[in-house]
């Protein structure tokens, strides 16, 4: 299969691109930066317009496109909501039209977010669930869903949107795992995080999250037809604490601090999140590793690069 993924430099990007060259796909990437960051065979450096990407999708002429550049923050989408539009849905449009004025049609692939449920009402909660978000992130990714949806009814597009929950890996430097990982591994002896530590998440380990849609793209591909449109929920479906969480990584890196919550809720952050992955398991076997798995192999590696 030769995919193409747009933003390869990146956490999500370049874990996918990464995984499926290691199986032996072709895979091309393309991002900002001169070069790729990834060691691909293939790169481009390219701005996401619609007439750069036109133009690598003629040349690399791929199965799969993975679109992995977008905003990746709910704090920063509170901060400065018009830029996060622009890095989701307008550079989404763009690398659709993109697809469009090529003239080719590969199978594009949307990373989207559980952000688009916001608070769900019931869990676990599946692909037909309400979409409700609470954030401008999470209305973001939802408005690049409806323009992915556009442009599979109106030009004939194959398109998937996987709607990931909370993904961790060891390149991903921010976000929860990282900062209690920084604060355990760090001067203090007391680790202190902004909520109530009863908030909980669907954690899923990016290795797994790659396999996942890489997964999925093989097939859909296969199957693809003109027109399709299909969201799958990519997590574990598994709902572990934030608490739970720090008592894991706690027990391995520092059992002697002790980690405390302010009870601050930050805007924009759901309560709870589990994900209902029925259809995910009727389209592939999926067995993801355990959470504590995925952290012992993210403390390893940052110990391993201190």
């Known amino acids: 299969m030769k995919l193409l993924v747009t933003g390869s430099s990146g956490f999500i990007g370049g874990s996918l691109a990464r995984y499926a060259a290691s199986?032996?796909?072709?895979?091309?990437?393309?991002?900002?930066?001169?070069?790729?960051?990834?060691?691909?065979?293939?790169?481009?450096?390219?701005?996401?317009?619609?007439?750069?990407?036109?133009?690598?999708?003629?040349?690399?002429?791929?199965?799969?496109?993975?679109?992995?550049?977008?905003?990746?923050?709910?704090?920063?989408?509170?901060?400065?909501?018009?830029?996060?539009?622009?890095?989701?849905?307008?550079?989404?449009?763009?690398?659709l039209e993109g697809v469009r004025r090529s003239g080719l049609n590969p199978r594009v692939i949307l990373p989207s977010s559980a952000a688009v449920y916001g608070n769900p009402t019931k869990l676990p909660v599946n692909e037909e669930g309400q979409v409700k978000p609470i954030s401008p992130y999470g209305f973001h990714k939802a408005a690049s869903e409806m323009i992915c949806r556009e442009y599979s009814e109106c030009f004939g597009f194959d398109i998937l949107v996987c709607r990931?929950?909370?993904?961790?890996?060891?390149?991903?430097?921010?976000?929860?795992?990282?900062?209690?990982?920084e604060q355990l591994a760090g001067p203090n002896q007391t680790v202190w995080l902004g909520g109530t530590g009863s908030e909980t998440r669907d954690f899923l380990h990016v290795d797994d999250a790659a396999v996942a849609i890489l997964k999925l793209a093989e097939e859909e591909a296969e199957a693809g037809k003109a027109g399709r449109f299909r969201i799958v929920n990519v997590g574990s479906g598994i709902e572990m604490s934030v608490s739970q969480v720090g008592q894991i990584m706690q027990a391995i890196v520092a059992p002697r601090k002790e980690i405390r919550y302010r009870g601050i809720t930050r805007g924009g952050d759901p309560l709870r999140w589990r994900a209902d992955v029925a259809l995910l398991r009727s389209l592939m076997p999926w067995k993801p590793k355990p959470v504590k798995d995925g952290l012992l192999e993210c403390i390893a590696a940052w110990q391993g690069s201190g």
């Open 23 to 95: 199986v032996g796909h072709q895979v091309m990437g393309t991002g900002r930066s001169p070069q790729s960051g990834n060691e691909l065979p293939e790169y481009a450096q390219a701005d996401v317009t619609a007439a750069n990407l036109a133009e690598i999708v003629r040349r690399f002429a791929p199965d799969v496109l993975f679109h992995a550049v977008g905003a990746a923050s709910v704090g920063a989408s509170l901060t400065d909501p018009l830029a996060d539009l622009h890095a989701a849905a307008v550079t989404c449009a763009n690398v």
């Open 164 to 181: 990931l929950f909370s993904i961790f890996g060891a390149a991903q430097r921010r976000l929860l795992i990282w900062e209690l990982y």
